[in-house]
Nanobody, 119 residues
Framework: QVQLVESGGGLAQAGGSLRLSCAAS????????MAWYRQAPGKEREFVAA????????YYADSVKGRFTISRDNAKNTVSLQMNNMKPEDTAVYYC????????????WGQGTQVTVSS
């Protein structure tokens, strides 16, 4: 099973940018559909973005569409989330997730990285 480690979280001002990275080990990320989820304090975890095996297809939550970009580098075994024009409501712990090609759900998760956006 793939192990995932997120990095790149921190503090940003409203309108600013951050880039999150997810490094995979134990298996090649090219075998997995990948996604980012987030969980704000007191709220349930929610979907942010996903990317297909090849990287051709990407999917976004309406709340981040046009501001966030998910990408993958299968050669480097990494997935990234570029976050631009950030808003205070983007404050959350961000998780990287993987889903095998025969799995119905994302079932491998990283430990999460905190993102805080100040107004």
């Amino acid at each position: 099973q793939v192990q995932l480690v997120e990095s790149g979280g921190g503090l940003a001002q409203a309108g600013g940018s951050l880039r999150l990275s997810c490094a995979a080990s134990g298996s090649t990320v090219s075998n997995y559909h990948m996604a980012w989820y987030r969980q704000a304090p007191g709220k349930e975890r929610e979907f942010v973005a996903a990317i297909s095996l090849s990287g051709v297809n990407t999917y976004y939550a309406d709340s981040v569409k046009g501001r966030f970009t998910i990408s993958r580098d299968n050669a480097k075994n990494t997935v990234s989330l570029q976050m631009n024009n950030m808003k205070p409501e983007d404050t959350a712990v961000y998780y990287c997730a993987a889903r095998g090609t025969t799995d119905s759900d994302f079932n491998s998760w990283g430990q999460g990285t905190q993102v805080t956006v100040s107004s």
